[in-house]
């Protein structure tokens, strides 16, 4: 069984740095890109960033480009998301989800943990 | 960047009404769009319902449907059940950014 568990997320002050962690299981994890989406409170679904099987290839969303890095440790098992220059509309739940298809380019989300909420407030 | 409207943003239904919910992309592009609908209950992560505009994720329902092509798509459940009032959402997913659309919310009327 698929399982993704997210954790990090905590209260930060604008300006602030902050990193979530996501531990894979239940599959080949150095198989599948592995992506972070994430829900405002009330709102719809928003895309952050993708990472390929290799880690080698990485995109992000226009709002988070040069503040977010994502990465994996394909020994670990294990996607982050690095979140600096933190703002109020960071503000979200942030879930960890899983490409559909192995060793496949493309933003269908097959898996998702049950996400980590990052509140930047002052 | 290509945007997704659903419509309706909400609706209400009883168990056994034929619910559809339509999703249309903002322009088209050279490329075929490849339309996937999710479905989540509060307080729960999304589900893959569907994938390719029509293709059923393993383990869903067949009362799920999924349609359309180019630029429009529909998501329709034939005879609603008490499990599937929840929030459903579309999403374009070969293309960058993948957006998703504003989500239809399906309440019990």
């Known amino acids: 069984e698929v399982q993704l568990v997210e954790s990090g997320g905590v209260v930060v002050q604008p300006g602030g740095s902050l990193r979530l962690s996501c531990a894979a299981s239940?599959?080949?994890?150095?198989?599948?890109?592995m992506h972070w989406v994430r829900q405002a409170p009330g709102k719809g679904l928003e895309w952050v960033s993708l990472?390929?099987?290799?880690?080698?290839?990485?995109y992000y969303a226009d709002s988070v480009k040069g503040r977010f890095t994502i990465s994996r440790d394909n020994s670990k098992n294990s996607l982050y998301l690095q979140m600096n220059s933190l703002r109020v509309e960071d503000t979200a739940l942030y879930y960890c989800?899983?490409?559909?298809?192995?060793?496949?380019?493309?933003?269908?989300?097959?898996?998702w943990g049950q996400g980590t909420l990052v509140t930047v407030s002052s | 960047a290509i945007q997704l409207t659903q419509s309706p943003s909400s609706l209400s239904a009883s168990v056994g009404d034929r619910v559809t919910i339509t999703c249309r992309a903002s322009?088209?592009?050279?490329?075929?769009?490849?339309c996937a609908w999710y479905q989540q209950k509060p307080g729960k992560a999304p589900k893959l319902l569907i994938y390719?505009?029509?293709s059923l994720e393993s383990g869903v329902p067949s009362r799920f449907s999924g349609g359309g092509s180019g630029t429009d798509f529909t998501l329709t459940i034939s005879s609603l059940q008490p499990e599937d009032f929840a929030t459903y959402y579309c999403?374009?997913?070969?293309?960058?950014?993948?957006?998703f659309g504003g989500g239809t919310k399906v309440e019990i009327k």
């Open positions: 999403q374009v997913f070969n293309i960058y950014p993948p957006p």
């Open positions: 322009q088209g592009i050279s490329i075929t769009l490849a």
């Open positions: 990472v390929t099987w290799d880690g080698v290839t990485t």
């Open positions: 989800a899983k490409s559909a298809k192995e060793r496949h380019f493309d933003w269908l989300l097959s898996h």
């Open positions: 239940g599959f080949t994890f150095d198989d599948y890109a």
């Open positions: 390719d505009a029509s």
